[in-house]
C-alpha cells in the first residue's frame, strides 16, 4: 500500500504559477503511473494530467495543455505539477493518486488517493 500527500496550494492570481507536490511513501512511486485530478465546487472530478513509470511519456488535459507540466523526481519519491499562467478557472482541489497497470485518464481506474491540496486563482 502506498500513501500519499500532496502540498504547495494556495492562493495566487491569475497568470501567477504554483508547483503541486504529491509525496509517497510505503511503496515507491516509480511503480505505478501517476495521475493529477481536480475537483472545483459542484463539479466531478476531473483529469489533469499524468506520467509513466519511466517519466517519458506524459498525459495532460486540454484545459492545461501548454501551462501544466508534470514531472518525477526519483531520489525523492515524489511527483511535481508545475502549473503556469493560472487562471481562475484552475481553481479546485487538487488529487494525486496511482494506478498499476497502463495509462488511463479516468479516476475510477486509479486505487490510492492522496487527500488534496486547495489551489485558488484570483482575477
Do not use: H
Not at 495543455?65 to 523526481?73: E, L
Not at 502549473?83 to 496511482?98: F, G, I, N, Q, R
Request: aromatic content about 12%; hydrophobic content about 35%.
Amino acid at each position: 500500500q502506498v500513501q500519499l500527500v500532496e502540498s504547495g496550494g494556495g492562493l495566487v492570481q491569475a497568470r501567477g504559477s504554483l508547483r503541486l507536490s504529491c509525496a509517497a511513501s510505503g511503496r515507491t512511486l516509480s511503480s505505478y503511473i501517476v495521475g493529477w485530478f481536480r475537483q472545483a465546487p459542484g463539479k466531478e472530478r476531473e483529469f489533469v494530467a499524468a506520467i509513466s513509470r519511466s517519466g517519458i511519456s506524459t498525459y495532460y488535459a486540454d484545459s492545461v495543455k501548454g501551462r501544466f507540466t508534470i514531472s518525477r523526481d526519483y531520489a525523492n519519491n515524489t511527483v511535481y505539477l508545475q502549473m503556469s499562467s493560472l487562471k481562475p478557472e484552475d481553481t479546485a482541489v487538487y488529487y494525486c493518486a496511482v494506478k498499476n497497470g497502463l495509462y488511463s485518464a479516468s479516476m475510477v481506474e486509479y486505487t490510492y488517493w492522496g487527500q488534496g491540496t486547495q489551489v485558488t486563482v484570483s482575477s
